[in-house]
């Protein structure tokens, strides 16, 4: 196992307790601003962004999961889109009212990218799917942000129930490929 390959997952995943982490000890706090949230998840995405520039390439944490240069690119792309949709968020949250909220909506979009990173790297079906639904999963929670919003709640049944018919179709497929 090459754990080269999977650094930029680890790193989310670290990325995430630590800003639950402050979150919980500091912004909860008398006082306290839920403006680190998005300071320590800018700065953590622009550090695995750098990061990922140095790391090797065709390196396999498993038959299952490789990294070729492809998967490395999407996956810096990724870290991009993360890190601009954590600077816009910040105001969107201020002027929506969810800014109690700026802990779980990071890292719902982290375990997202996580599993995008992952769907990219997949080598076997199986990887694939857990990917895809770990990809999936925080989605339909972030569509569910605003709970003030009426909109919200209809739109994440909507979307849980498109995306599991899409899950269904995705082993009706692979069931047949297989």
């Known amino acids: 196992m090459n754990w080269g390959a999977v650094t930029l997952e680890i790193g989310l995943l670290a990325l995430s307790i630590v800003v639950l982490g402050w979150d919980l000890i500091v912004a909860s706090g008398p006082g306290g601003s839920r403006r680190g949230d998005y300071v320590i998840g800018a700065v ?11 790391l090797p390439v065709d390196v396999p944490f498993t038959e299952a999961l490789v990294q070729d240069s492809f998967a490395l690119f999407v996956k810096q792309v ?6 601009l949709a954590v600077v816009a968020a910040y105001p969107y949250a201020d002027r929506r009212g969810w800014t ?15 599993g995008g990173m992952a769907l990219v790297s997949a080598q076997e ?9 770990l990809l999936s999963l925080p989605l ?32 009706l497929g692979i069931g047949l490929l297989f």
């Open 44 to 54: 953590g995405l622009i550090g695995l962004l750098v990061w990922s520039f140095r």
């Open 125 to 133: 079906f199986l990887t694939l799917f857990v990917a895809f639904e």
């Open 100 to 114: 109690t909220r700026s802990a779980e909506f990071l890292v719902l979009m982290f375990f997202a990218m996580i």
């Open 140 to 171: 339909y929670s972030l569509a569910a942000i605003e709970k003030n919003r009426p909109e919200s709640p209809e739109g994440a049944l909507k979307i849980y129930l498109f995306g599991s018919v899409s899950s269904a179709a995705l082993l």
């Open 78 to 83: 990724l870290l991009v889109a993360g890190l």
